[in-house]
């Protein structure tokens, strides 16, 4: 079982496993090899060779065990962390890794709160206006909710300077709630990024929900949730109905979809471009737009791509699917056949992907 520590252009790294040595990572790979049979762990450090060219923040040395058995890697015993990324290759398992980072001192500090939005509405019904306040630092952002006699109600901190406020009665109960959009830098899965804090009322629940990133008022009062996913060719809206029964989880209905060309893919690899990337935002309606009429093609769920050359009307591709997600995934090669069929969408279409 061989394992090849892959370089990282910027910082390098002094490689060891299991306390031994096993050289300097910097231009090329260094592999290594295990047993093929029993039980054992793994402990990886990489330490870096040279300090950030910046000056603002230090990499700090990884240490991150592999549990392996019977030539098999199982899955970590912690919460994946995007530090290592292994990937299953046809002849080693390739070890990829980010060091974490550290501020330098007196660098990157925190500014201090500017407000940003501030909207005054009646939440508790006592005819007198309270406010949402929501304030920014180059860091964070930070939302407040007051009542008119100038009660806290709720403050919290978001690690999202660019986070904003809408107000709407989402549960239809005749007062306003709060939302609060925001985007989660740790979240692995750029899908789950977009977070949505919903405050139902001053005597309400207060709950996070992943995906969502705005709202549609489509008038009499009435609102809609937004779920967005964008590619560079195409914007998609997954409009859905927030219900909540008492003592019930929170639902959302779908009640239609919007989508809008962004770009038309014009050669074979915007077009596999714009299939794949479709597939990966979850959007299979949206990748249907890249089929030639009449084909249908069904691929295992895959994460990332990655295309190579053009030859007679017909492309590789490598798919990367996650065998234990965010941190460790398989390549699976495919072959795509195109034929020129020009629409609103693109000027080719896939006839037919073939497994390599």
């Known amino acids: 079982m061989q394992f090849t520590i892959i370089p990282d252009s910027l910082y390098g790294a002094s490689a060891r496993v299991n306390g031994k040595w096993l050289g300097i990572v910097e231009s090329r790979p260094v592999s290594f090899t295990v047993p093929d049979s029993g039980e054992f762990y793994l402990l990886v450090e990489l330490s870096p060779l040279q300090a950030d060219p910046s000056g603002d923040v230090f990499a700090l040395p990884i240490a991150r065990v592999l549990h392996i058995r019977d030539g098999q890697l199982l899955p970590p015993d912690t919460e994946p962390d995007g530090v290592l990324h292994l990937r299953r290759a046809p002849k080693t398992i390739e070890l990829h890794f980010r060091y974490p980072k550290l501020d330098a001192p007196h660098r990157n500090l925190e500014t201090l709160p500017r ?7 009646d939440l508790d019904k006592d005819a007198r206006l309270d406010a949402v306040e929501t304030y920014a630092t180059n860091r964070s952002g930070h939302v407040r909710i007051r009542l008119a006699d100038g009660q806290l109600l709720y403050e919290d901190v978001f690690p999202d300077p ?3 406020v809408e107000l709407a009665d989402i549960n239809r109960d005749g007062r306003p ?13 750029p899908l789950s990024a977009p977070k949505l804090m919903l405050w139902e009322s001053p005597d309400g629940s207060l709950d996070v929900f992943s995906g969502f990133t705005g709202v549609k008022r489509i008038g009499g009062g009435d609102v809609l949730m937004e779920r967005t ?9 997954d409009l859905l109905r927030y219900t909540r029964q008492p003592g019930e989880s929170a ?8 989508e ?7 050669t074979i690899e915007e ?4 299939y794949l990337t479709a597939l990966e935002l979850q959007d299979e309606l949206g990748a249907e737009h890249y089929l030639s009429r009449g084909t249908k093609l069904k691929l295992d769920p895959f994460y990332a791509h990655h295309l190579d050359t053009v030859k007679h009307s017909a492309l590789h591709a490598v798919l990367y699917h996650w065998i234990y997600p965010d941190y460790y995934d ?7 056949e195109f034929t020129h069929q020009p629409d609103k969408w693109s000027e080719w279409k896939i006839t037919r992907a073939v497994p390599l």
């Not at 407000?115 to 509405?121: A, D, G, H, R």
């Not at 398989?330 to 795509?336: A, G, N, P, Q, V």
């Open 162 to 164: 660019k986070l904003r």
């Open 177 to 189: 709630d709060v939302l609060v959009f925001w985007t989660d830098p740790e979240e692995l899965d």
């Open 229 to 237: 996913r964008s590619s560079d060719y195409l914007s998609v809206t």
């Open 260 to 266: 809008q060309c962004l770009q038309r893919a014009l």
């Open 251 to 258: 639902q959302f209905v779908p009640v239609r979809r919007e």
């Open 115 to 121: 407000p940003v939005q501030i909207e005054s509405i």
């Open 330 to 336: 398989d390549e699976k090669k495919l072959l795509f």
């Open 271 to 274: 077009t596999a471009d714009a």
